[in-house]
């Protein structure tokens, strides 16, 4: 039978595009489905900022080199083993070749961005973020004759045992039907959909910010989970940060990050400290606190500096809450004022005088509190004190469906011999299984994305 | 004060620029917490080395601003967006009021806010004014070969000898204004290798080349070194017309030779080629300004055009001179010439032409700032 396109491609984020491009550049007609207008266009790539390649020489913007075996044990450590190590292998491998295939199709690199000098070894930065990346890759599409369908409402999927027969989808308030030889899912995760993540977190979800865009609701990924696609992850694994409170609810992204939990303390609804904002440095204590905040009640936190910690972290898009005094801020914020002020007079107490360094661990520590601060503990007590509003932003979910190595989605019937391909976020659980490395979700979708584009292509012919 | 959106309220003269300085101060909070432009331009590092942005940094920043469109197009936060970035417009109109800010005398501010009909107008009257002096002293005979019989040598001299030393005194008025609200040392207390650098920069005009070497986004998606390349012809096209004036002053006075030259010699093909150079490059900016993309687009009161417009016509009128020599309109194309010129003489003090001195200086700030970050770095 006469199909509409060689490959159907369902996301047009990086993943999505990588693979189109690769498709296209094998000879296959190509037509993507894009579920966001185009001026939105991009999905959660347009938020990112760089990626991480393997590399055994100093390769421009990298420095020195990062090796197979020391990225393997990274990725190891972050996950705590929760990874598929065929998988985990082959991405770590081809993501040596990410870079350039990347220049090679117009995206440029830089040194590390201000503040990021310690990624210098492991990331290479796009010039100009995601957006620019997206950008070149929608520029490459249109030279090779690939359609981007944007605004593609409700698209349903067709799958008869494991085997994709065709899409339906709404435009412009018109039914569409297209046929392909084969698909690519390159449609994210589900973390827009709060409803979904409710299921897994309960009402506390409602309480959640999205990083990223508001399109990622997962339809795709529940189609075919529902057509057995074979799972894996759960729906309660997710990345969540804690970000500024006050961020917009869907694509604040980078720029809503709060960095200045170490520097200070951290307090409930209730003015009470809840953890050890001293444990460690980013990322870890990047990936643990927005979890830590989405146990609080009401799912908020406030981050509490005073005026030490001036210019000791990355500016804020929004400015703190500021006052002269504890009874004040804590009016200002909405806390028990007595409970503020007798949780900062015991962490003041407990304060051990250390040498303070806050780009290394140092010694600064309490002594003497159900919950210590282990480094970089000063007393609070140089007015203006100043807070900000915490609460949990969700970047990614890891719920996916298992692919093999040749991106090929795996359903319970099948025997490998499907057309439906995978890349990018909905897939990127079988490197990732929890966890977080800076970078590695766009070195999965670069390294995924161009072999479903490749296998997509040759299934097709 | 910590990333604090400053009350820039008590330094800003006219309050009707408050709205402008905050909305500036706002997306420079976002940008300088986002920062994925920095690669781009001189513009996102400057910004990275402060926490508040008060009218005179904003001020500095919009002139280091070249207008690429670079950080618009890769913005994730642009429009659509709730936060509703857009640091070339927001900075454009920073810019275009910033002129009229450090002009002097500062009552000469109006000429910057009306610069479309101040640049018409002042050619209109110039041109007339010398028609009229040209045609009354029509009789009286006159001496000298070309066009001094026309206008005398003597009356060119102190025409644009007057112009001229009235621009270099705005200039030094202006610039000096200008340089007291940067970061900039005196003069003397700039290393060479700053200025090295800051003269590299505003050579090779390196902050458009998008920090890739592709070029600018004025007109969209896709980078265009088209404006790189007009710049330049208009730039040096305008640097060999000054050189060929230079020199035909040299010719005069010097080795007592007075014009016209033939076409071989050096006033001429510098004035030839930098003419051609101006005509070209400057058309070629007027397209450019037409297809930049709106979104970014400023209301600049016909700034930019009323600018461009006087070095196209001033090429024009100049290369037709020659050509109309025979003609019986010469007497008229002359004063049509010297009244452009006369016209361009007070852009250069009061007009778009400042732009230059600006961002030479904003360069030249930034290559400072930069040399003392590193030289703080390396020795503490």
Known sequence: MKQDFDVLVIGAGHAGLTAAICAAESGASVCVLEVSPKNVRGGNSKHTRNLRPMHETALYPLEDSYGFDEYFDDLLRVTDGET?????????????????????????????????????????????????????????????????????????????????????????????????????????????????????????????????????????????????????????????????????????????????????????????????????????????????????????????IDSRSTGLFMPTVFPPVEASSLHELAEKLGLPQENLIKTVAEFNRSVVDGEFNHQALDTCHTDGLMIEKTHWARKLDKPPFRAYMLRPGITFTYLGVEVDANARVKFAASKGTGNIFAAGEIMAGNVLGQGYLAGIGMTIGSVFGRIAGREAAKNAT | MQHEIVQVKENVAASNLIPLYEESARIMTICNACRFCEGHCAVFPAMEQRLTFDKETIDYLANLCHQCGACYQHCQYADPHEFNVNVPRVFADVRHQSYATYAWPRQMDWAIRNAGWFTVLTTMLATLLLFLGTTLSANESSEGAGFYTIISHDAMVAMFGTAGLLTLLVWCFSVRGFWLTTSLPAVFGIPVSVYRRALVSILTLKNLDGGHGKGCYETGEVASQMRRIFHHLTMYGFLFCFIATSIGTIYHYGLSAPAPYDWLSAPKLFGVTGGLGLLVGSAGLWWCKQSTEQAITSDDSGSGNSFIGLLFFTSLTGLALPLLKASDYLAMALCLHLGVVLALFLNFAWGKFMHGLYRSIALLASEYEKYVSTHKNTTG
Not at chain 1, 96 to 109: I, N, T
Not at chain 1, 179 to 191: I, K, M, N, Q, R
Not at chain 1, 204 to 221: C, E, M, Q, S
């Open chain 1, 84 to 304: 598929n190590r065929e998988l985990a292998s082959l991405t770590l491998q081809e993501s040596a070749s990410s870079m350039q295939w990347l220049k090679d199709h117009g995206v440029a690199f830089q040194p590390p961005l201000g503040g990021t000098l310690h990624l210098g070894r492991t990331n290479a930065f796009f010039l100009g973020g995601g957006k620019a990346v997206m950008n070149a890759l929608f520029q490459c599409s249109e030279k090779l004759g690939i359609r981007v369908v944007y605004e593609a409402q409700e698209i349903q999927i067709d799958i008869e045992s494991g085997v994709f027969r065709r899409v339906t989808y709404i435009q412009e308030d018109q039914s569409e039907e297209l046929t392909a030889a084969s698909l690519v899912v390159a449609a994210g995760g589900f973390e827009a959909n709060l409803e979904w993540l409710s299921e897994a977190w309960g009402h506390a979800a409602h309480n959640f910010l999205v990083r990223g865009t508001p399109y990622n609701r997962g339809d795709i990924l529940r189609q075919l989970l529902a057509a057995d696609a074979v799972q894996i992850g759960d729906a309660r694994q997710c990345h969540a940060v804690a970000i500024d409170g006050r961020a917009p609810k869907f694509d604040g992204g980078i720029c809503s990050r709060i960095d200045c939990v170490p520097l200070g303390i951290v307090v409930n609804n209730q003015a009470a400290r809840f953890y050890d904002e001293g444990e460690d440095f980013w990322p870890k204590r990047y990936a643990i606190w927005g979890r830590l905040v989405a146990a609080q009640p009401d799912q908020v936190a406030y981050s509490i």
